[in-house]
């Protein structure tokens, strides 16, 4: 060892310096030249009511340049098969390291999509099982339910040296079951649904959505195919004619002098409907999935998804169709007690994954668990996973409200994941509302004052203490704490649930009270939605709204979402004797130039495309000849530029008076949107405000129980109060409301709570409490009851 004789302190190196993230002149969304300095390697928590503009500054602005930036730092052979990111609208962005997003958005609803694919661990299964599996039947392909078995045979040609032509055979066993072809469900096709065998097809016997018989090409192939009598009705069909009809295999025919492809109805039917995501369809087309298609386990796999032959392999008596069905929990221990030195990095890398689903709290899934079921919050959590264990230090990591569905009791141990992620030398950035986490944040960003146009400014920047003891709307509400009911109503009746089991659920029995506001709760995983939604099915008398993502394009606005464009147009369309079309962007009024959207885009290949303002219509979407026209003194433009609020005032007196409009916008009011303008596009809204969206749009259908999920998620402290007094409202009409939450808020104003628990998974799925909150935080026996007894003081 050489010894170190110059003891004076080194000099600065210039590279120690660069220990802030920096962000000067930011104008994405609704920011206001937004001026922020982030230390690096600590916690930092931005928070705000919702629509501030934090999304905006964390997520569209440092993680999107971030990753920009690395992207360009690739071929641009690369580049054109990735992602085009624009540049944010932002002066000065300085000390950025390589951001890792852990986002809240839906892991793919993909039927093949599972928990075990999502997150790798059924790959190593796969591997483990084709080296210990007996009787062993192939390579790990061999039990994935994704890859086919295929066989084939036949002459190839083999081009070396002299071209000669030889036999061949391939064959290559896949872990598919052939029958469901790898998604544990068989569909069965109401046939009534899709035509009236009374008519014939020239009389318009199909009553599949948008199929008509005149004009429809579709139709059209079928009638003049030659394989069936169109003129006939389907009822008097031979049993050959049948066969063609609806299971015929796919030929060329010629209709009206142009070739065609014939193929049966039912192959038809699978190929443009089932082939597509259920969520994303039209509700028309939806609805007629629903009604025309059942789906049913698979009987040949019994819903493992997997081939006889996969299920057929054991290690220890345990198939590869069992141990993903297992509770996580369970199937780490399984692994942990394997003695196999022949694969022993194997069960360490595997053991490692399973013990990081336990360890954030998630070890009451299963790996056969459909990814498109789990909770924006699950999703969130198991994207996590893969980052626990990195070796990587000094990048940044920004998680989007890390604690959504989470019970008090789980956020203490997300807190620690956080912490932990820091001291490894990382600097992480949480957009975040809830005080439990806030209070951890070595820095905290507090955005404002307002929502939309009323934020988008830096209110507060320093510690929690700073914050408690400034004037902002956070740290204002942050010591808040809802008081337990003294007086709570009476229900005007029940709901009996008996012998729920739908999951984890174990033949559960109880009454929900009707006429009262009612709170599910319990830990993470205890069995709340199954509980709610499993038992509780959407019928006439019953409002679900759940956490299903809102689709919609940039075309998209809170004005033709919620349905209020439809009364507007056929008011300027009634005062202007036109038709109502030119007043959508979207149809006979939009501008030529962009099409309706506002901007145009120019697609630059690899690099971020550029979209610019319109110069035809300057941003308003609409023809000039349509701009003409006005309603009560406006135009079709200046009324989507309205806010909520605004246009309230506008339609609900005078000659501008709309009521259809009005009673929208105030469902719209009720739930804090007043400050969206009506022609925001559905994209920049965040994810608060989408659920709240979702939740005035449902509050239009007639119902005497309204069923919500989580209705707190992405509300500010400030909002929570706002969300209690509607639930109020609610009750207060005549409406029963039952609510899944874990907000200590929400519970304290209920008036009655169902606990479940005590654990999760197999370890919970019981009724631990009903009672009122009073009676819970004065019992203290189940998790619950200890942490709302804390959070009101008792």
Not at 107 to 114: F, Y
Not at 425 to 437: A, D, M, Q, R, S
Not at 543 to 571: C, E, F, H, M, W
Not at 634 to 649: C, G, K, P, Y
Request: charged share 20%; net charge negative.
């Amino acid at each position: 060892m050489a010894t170190r004789t110059d003891t004076r302190a080194p000099a600065p190196q210039a590279s120690d310096s660069h220990d802030l993230i920096r962000v000067h002149g930011a104008r994405v969304n609704n920011l206001k030249d937004v001026s922020v300095e982030i230390p690096k390697r600590r916690l930092t928590v931005f928070t705000g009511v919702s629509g501030s503009g934090k999304s905006s500054l964390v997520f569209s602005t440092i993680a999107a340049e971030s990753q920009r930036m690395i992207n360009e730092t690739y071929s641009a052979f690369v580049q054109g098969f990735m992602p085009t990111l624009a540049r944010p609208e932002v002066d000065v962005l300085e000390g950025l390291t390589t951001a890792i997003i852990v986002d809240q958005q839906r892991l793919g609803a993909d039927p093949r999509s599972t928990v075990g694919t999502v997150t790798d661990a059924n790959a190593m299964l796969r591997i483990l099982f084709s080296r210990l599996g007996e009787p062993h039947i192939g390579p790990p392909g061999a039990y994935a339910f994704n890859v086919p078995s295929v066989r084939a045979s036949g002459a190839i040609t083999v081009e070396r040296g002299n071209k000669k032509t030889v036999k061949a055979t391939f064959d290559r066993t896949g872990g598919m079951c052939p029958r469901c072809e790898g998604r544990g469900t068989v569909s069965d096709i109401d046939l009534t649904q899709l035509y009236d065998d009374s008519k014939s097809l020239s009389e318009g016997a199909f009553t599949i959505p948008g199929w008509k018989s005149d004009s429809q090409w579709t139709v059209q192939v079928y009638a003049q195919s030659g394989f069936v009598d169109p003129d006939k009705p389907i009822r008097r069909y031979t049993r050959k004619e049948l066969q063609d009809f609806l299971y015929g295999e796919p030929v060329k025919v010629k209709v009206n002098g142009v070739n065609l492809t014939y193929e049966g109805l039912i192959p038809k039917i699978q190929k443009s409907f089932l082939s597509k995501d259920k969520e994303a369809m039209q509700p028309h087309i939806r609805a007629f999935v629903e009604r025309a298609v059942t789906f049913t386990t698979c009987p040949e796999c019994e819903g493992t998804r997997l081939s006889e032959g996969a299920r057929s392999s054991k290690i220890d008596r345990v198939s590869i169709a069992d141990a993903c069905a297992m509770q996580i929990s369970d199937l780490a221990a399984w692994v942990r007690g394997l003695d196999e030195p022949s694969v022993a990095p194997l069960l360490t890398a595997l053991g490692g994954t399973l013990d990081s689903f336990v360890e954030i709290g998630l070890g009451y899934l299963s790996l056969d668990r459909p990814s498109g079921t789990l909770s924006g919050g699950e999703a969130q959590r198991v994207k996590m996973i893969r980052h626990l264990g990195s070796s990587l230090t000094d990048v940044t990591y920004v998680f989007d409200e890390p604690t959504i569905g989470l019970h008090p009791h789980d956020i203490q141990r997300m807190n620690g994941l956080l912490l932990r992620l820091r001291d490894k030398g990382n600097t992480v950035l949480v957009v975040e509302h809830k005080p439990e986490t806030i209070v951890i944040a070595d820095h905290i960003v507090d955005l404002g004052p307002g929502a939309g146009t009323a934020g988008g400014t830096v209110c507060f920047e320093g510690t929690v203490e700073g914050l408690r003891a400034g004037d902002t709307v956070t740290g204002r509400h942050f010591d808040d704490r809802a008081a337990v009911k003294k007086t709570v109503r009476e229900p005007t009746g029940v709901l009996e649930i008996r012998g729920a089991h739908t999951h984890n659920l174990r033949e559960v029995d109880v009454d929900v009270p009707l006429g009262v506001l009612t709170v599910v709760t319990g830990v993470a995983g205890s069995g709340k939605s199954s509980l709610v939604h499993g038992s509780i099915p959407p019928g006439e008398n019953v409002v679900s709204v759940d956490q299903g993502a809102i689709r919609g394009s940039r075309r998209s606005n809170p004005a033709t979402y919620t349905g209020l464009l439809d009364p507007i147009r056929k008011a300027f369309a009634k005062a202007n004797d036109v038709k109502p079309a030119l007043f959508s962007a979207n149809s006979e009024g939009a501008c030529p130039g962009c099409n309706g959207a506002g901007v145009v885009y120019s697609d630059l290949a690899m690099m971020a495309g550029v979209a610019s303002t319109c110069d035809e219509c300057e941003g308003k979407r609409f023809q000039s000849a349509v701009l003409e026209y006005r309603f009560a003194g406006r135009d079709i433009s200046e009324v989507l530029a309205m806010s909520v609020a605004e246009a309230e005032e506008f339609f609900g007196t005078g000659e501008g008076r709309i009521p259809a409009a009005h009673r929208v916008l105030g469902r719209l009011s009720d739930v804090g949107l007043g400050y969206l303008s009506l022609g925001q596009p559905l994209t920049t809204l965040s994810g608060g405000e989408r659920q709240r969206l979702k939740l005035a749009t449902h509050m239009a259908e007639k119902g005497g129980v309204y069923v919500l999920d989580e209705p707190t998620a992405g509300l500010h402290l400030a909002d929570v109060q706002q969300l209690l007094g509607l639930l109020d409202r609610i009750v207060d009409s005549g409406t029963s409301v039952v609510v899944v939450e874990h907000h200590q808020a929400v519970m304290a104003h209920a008036d009655w709570i169902i606990d479940l628990g005590p654990g999760a998974g197999h370890d919970g799925g019981r009724i631990v409490f009903e009672g009122t909150p009073a009676d819970l935080v004065a019992g203290r026996a189940t998790l619950t009851g200890e942490h709302l007894a804390a959070y009101v003081g008792a």
